[in-house]
């Protein structure tokens, strides 16, 4: 059975990391006379290597989102896109018999169907989309063309 002093003995003293060259046992940078010893605390120099290895990371983030960056304005662009097509209005236009056309905005195919019974028209586009009446004109005076010039 061991005694109590054989026993303090045995546990193992803690490595002394700051200053671990010192050789004249100082406990602490002012006390030692060793020229050329790191004091620096070791939990200090861990930090600043997590710092160093964090601040890489960073820096390797920031090329990966200078990467996706042209990636992301082509979605944007496909966003924009969308939001502009939403923003349309949906219509639908007859070329009278006289030639002339009216454009109407379209709510259901009912308008059509009436058009097309009341036999006043000679074409009847639609629906389509457009921006607001003016554009919904162009737009079936050159469906009209298209298709005349397709049966021509
Ligand atoms: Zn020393």
Same mark, same amino acid.
């Given at each position: 059975?061991?005694?109590? @002093?054989?026993?303090?003995?045995?546990?193992?003293?803690?490595?002394?990391?700051? !200053?671990? &060259?010192?050789?004249?046992? #100082?406990?602490?940078?002012?006390?030692?006379?060793?020229? !050329?010893?790191?004091?620096?605390?070791?939990?200090?120099?861990?930090? &600043?290597?997590?710092? #160093?290895?964090?601040?890489?990371?960073?820096?390797?983030?920031?090329?990966?989102?200078?990467?996706?960056?042209?990636?992301?304005?082509? @979605?944007? #662009?496909? /966003?924009?896109?969308?939001?502009?097509?939403? !923003?349309?209005?949906?219509?639908?236009?007859?070329?009278? /018999?006289?030639?002339?056309?009216?454009?109407? &905005?379209?709510?259901?195919?009912?308008?059509?169907?009436? #058009?097309?019974?009341?036999?006043?028209?000679?074409?009847?586009?639609?629906?389509?989309?457009?921006?607001?009446?003016?554009?919904?004109?162009? /737009? /079936?005076?050159?469906?009209?063309?298209?298709?005349?010039?397709?049966?021509?």
């Amino acid at each position: 059975m061991k005694d109590k @002093l054989s026993e303090a003995l045995s546990v193992p003293v803690p490595k002394k990391r700051a !200053g671990a &060259r010192c050789t004249c046992g #100082a406990y602490w940078q002012g006390e030692c006379g060793c020229s !050329g010893v790191d004091w620096t605390d070791p939990e200090l120099v861990d930090l &600043r290597s997590e710092v #160093a290895g964090l601040k890489r990371d960073m820096e390797s983030l920031q090329e990966d989102i200078v990467a996706l960056g042209d990636e992301n304005d082509d @979605l944007l #662009a496909e /966003i924009d896109r969308r939001d502009k097509l939403e !923003g349309l209005s949906e219509w639908w236009g007859q070329v009278h /018999i006289n030639g002339s056309f009216t454009v109407n &905005r379209y709510y259901n195919d009912g308008d059509l169907y009436k #058009a097309r019974e009341n036999g006043s028209a000679k074409a009847i586009y639609g629906p389509f989309r457009a921006l607001h009446e003016p554009m919904a004109l162009v /737009i /079936i005076q050159e469906m009209y063309q298209r298709d005349n010039s397709i049966n021509n």
